[in-house]
């Protein structure tokens, strides 16, 4: 089994920034796609960014040029930059890791973490 733990979520004022981070544990041969999700209330859950075993990228609208993401494979960790944050960045994120159990794992199985909530003040 694999456990995901997150943090870095808090209050913080527009402008601001926080970093998330999220650590895997458990059962791992090889973390795959990293991700972080985010939800705010009464909303749907969209992506806020990707980054994949090679280092791509991906990320939402809302976020592009402020949420870098990285990877430290090494700790199994993701990580979360957020710069510049609005009010409209509230929300809880979680974290999403695909992993590979065993080098003779057939298929990845996706973890989720517990999620983090950032609360963005005015």
């Known amino acids: 089994q694999v456990q995901l733990k997150e943090s870095g979520g808090g209050l913080v004022q527009a402008g601001g920034s926080l970093r998330l981070a999220c650590t895997a544990s458990g059962t791992i041969f090889k973390v795959n796609d990293m991700a972080w999700y985010r939800q705010a209330p009464g909303k749907q859950r969209e992506l806020v960014a990707l980054?994949?075993?090679?280092?791509?990228?991906t990320y939402g609208d809302s976020v592009k040029g402020r949420f870098p993401i990285a990877r430290d494979d090494a700790k199994n960790t993701g990580y979360l930059q957020m710069a510049n944050l609005k009010v409209s960045d509230t929300a809880t994120y979680s974290c999403?890791?695909?992993?590979?159990?065993?080098?003779?794992?057939?298929?990845?199985?996706?973890?989720w973490g517990q999620g983090t909530l950032v609360t963005v003040a005015s």
């Open positions: 999403l890791m695909r992993v590979l159990s065993s080098i003779t794992a057939l298929r990845e199985n996706g973890y």
């Open positions: 980054i994949t075993s090679g280092g791509v990228t």
